[in-house]
C-alpha cells in the first residue's frame, strides 16, 4: 500500500473509537506534537476510552519521541491506573484530563502542553491571546486564563481547571501552559497546532503594531464556509505522512 492510501484509509477511520485505534491516535500525535516542538519533554495527549470513564494517556516518565501503542496506561476518573505495567505512573497532572472528562461529555480528547510563545500573553497584562488566524474560530468563544500556575497534581486542582475551562475549547494556565480539548485525538491534535500557529502569528503581530484580530464578521464568515471534519482528516494525512518520511513514527502505524 502507497503511503497516500495509507493515509487515506486512516483518515476514513476518523470516527472508529476501538481502544486499539485510539493508542495508535495517541501515540502518533505525541510523537508528531514532540517532534513539531509543540509538547517538549512534559506535554501529554489522552484519549476517552469506549464506556467514557476512563482513559489512555502516557506514562509519567516515558520520552515523547519514544510513546508507543502499548506503552499507554488505563487511568480511571479519580487518576488511578487500571492497566498497564507495573509500577509506571501517569503524568503528575493526570487531574486535568480527569476532571474534564467528568464534567465535559463532548470531550474525548485532550492535549497539554507548555509552549513558551503561546503563555507570553498570560505574562504581560492587557494582551490576551484572541483570534487572529482564521483557523482560531475554534476559540471564538475565548481563551480562558488560569491565574494559578500551579502543577495540576490533585483533584481538587483538576475542578478549578474545569471552572476556568468552562464550555470553552482551550485555555492557559498563567506562566506554565496550555490545554486543548476536542471530539476526536486527531482534532485535538490539529487544533493544538492551530492554537500554536495563532499565538505565534499575534506576537509576531503585537512586535509589528497595534494588534488586529479577527473582527465577530471575519469569524463569522469564516465559520460559515469550513468544514472542519474535512479539514481534520486533510490535516492528519499531511502531517502524518510527512511524519512517516522523516521516521517519527513507524509506517505501519498508519496502515
Ligand atoms: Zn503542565
Given at each position: 500500500?502507497?503511503?497516500?492510501?495509507?493515509?487515506?484509509?486512516?483518515?476514513?477511520?476518523?470516527?472508529?473509537?476501538?481502544?486499539?485505534?485510539?493508542?495508535?491516535?495517541?501515540?502518533?500525535?505525541?510523537?508528531?506534537?514532540?517532534?513539531?516542538?509543540?509538547?517538549?519533554?512534559?506535554?501529554?495527549?489522552?484519549?476517552?476510552?469506549?464506556?467514557?470513564?476512563?482513559?489512555?494517556?502516557?506514562?509519567q516518565?516515558?520520552s515523547?519521541?519514544?510513546?508507543?501503542?502499548?506503552?499507554?496506561?488505563?487511568?480511571?476518573?479519580?487518576?488511578?491506573?487500571?492497566?498497564?505495567?507495573?509500577?509506571?505512573?501517569?503524568?503528575?497532572?493526570?487531574?486535568?484530563?480527569?476532571?474534564?472528562?467528568?464534567?465535559?461529555?463532548?470531550?474525548?480528547?485532550?492535549?497539554?502542553?507548555?509552549?513558551?510563545?503561546?503563555?507570553?500573553?498570560?505574562?504581560?497584562?492587557?494582551?490576551?491571546?484572541?483570534?487572529?488566524?482564521?483557523?482560531?474560530?475554534?476559540?471564538?468563544?475565548?481563551?480562558?486564563?488560569h491565574?494559578?500556575?500551579?502543577?495540576?497534581?490533585?483533584?481538587?486542582?483538576?475542578?478549578?481547571?474545569?471552572?476556568?475551562?468552562?464550555?470553552?475549547?482551550?485555555?492557559?494556565?498563567?506562566?506554565?501552559?496550555?490545554?486543548?480539548?476536542?471530539?476526536?485525538?486527531?482534532?485535538?491534535?490539529?487544533?493544538?497546532?492551530?492554537?500554536?500557529e495563532?499565538?505565534?502569528?499575534a506576537?509576531?503581530a503585537?512586535?509589528?503594531g497595534?494588534?488586529?484580530?479577527?473582527?465577530?464578521?471575519?469569524?463569522?464568515?469564516?465559520?460559515?464556509?469550513?468544514?472542519r471534519?474535512?479539514?481534520?482528516?486533510?490535516?492528519?494525512?499531511?502531517?502524518?505522512?510527512?511524519?512517516?518520511?522523516?521516521?517519527?513514527?513507524?509506517?505501519?502505524?498508519?496502515?
Amino acid at each position: 500500500m502507497t503511503l497516500q492510501k495509507h493515509a487515506d484509509h486512516r483518515a476514513d477511520a476518523t470516527e472508529i473509537a476501538s481502544e486499539e485505534a485510539l493508542r495508535l491516535d495517541v501515540s502518533m500525535s505525541t510523537r508528531l506534537l514532540n517532534s513539531m516542538k509543540i509538547l517538549e519533554y512534559s506535554g501529554h495527549v489522552s484519549a476517552r476510552l469506549p464506556g467514557g470513564e476512563t482513559f489512555l494517556v502516557q506514562p509519567q516518565n516515558k520520552s515523547r519521541a519514544e510513546v508507543s501503542p502499548d506503552d499507554l496506561l488505563v487511568c480511571d476518573l479519580d487518576g488511578k491506573v487500571v492497566a498497564g505495567m507495573p509500577g509506571v505512573k501517569p503524568p503528575s497532572e493526570v487531574f486535568l484530563h480527569c476532571e474534564i472528562y467528568r464534567a465535559r461529555s463532548d470531550v474525548n480528547a485532550i492535549a497539554h502542553f507548555h509552549h513558551d510563545v503561546t503563555n507570553v500573553f498570560t505574562l504581560v497584562e492587557d494582551v490576551p491571546l484572541l483570534a487572529f488566524k482564521n483557523h482560531a474560530i475554534r476559540w471564538k468563544s475565548g481563551i480562558p486564563v488560569h491565574p494559578d500556575p500551579a502543577h495540576v497534581d490533585d483533584p481538587e486542582r483538576g475542578r478549578g481547571i474545569v471552572r476556568t475551562l468552562g464550555p470553552h475549547h482551550a485555555m492557559q494556565i498563567r506562566a506554565h501552559g496550555q490545554i486543548v480539548t476536542a471530539e476526536t485525538v486527531r482534532g485535538v491534535f490539529i487544533d493544538s497546532v492551530h492554537l500554536v500557529e495563532n499565538a505565534e502569528a499575534a506576537y509576531r503581530a503585537c512586535s509589528l503594531g497595534k494588534p488586529k484580530p479577527l473582527t465577530d464578521e471575519e469569524i463569522e464568515s469564516f465559520s460559515h464556509s469550513f468544514r472542519r471534519g474535512h479539514h481534520i482528516r486533510k490535516l492528519w494525512s499531511y502531517y502524518t505522512l510527512g511524519a512517516i518520511r522523516e521516521g517519527v513514527f513507524p509506517e505501519a502505524w498508519a496502515a
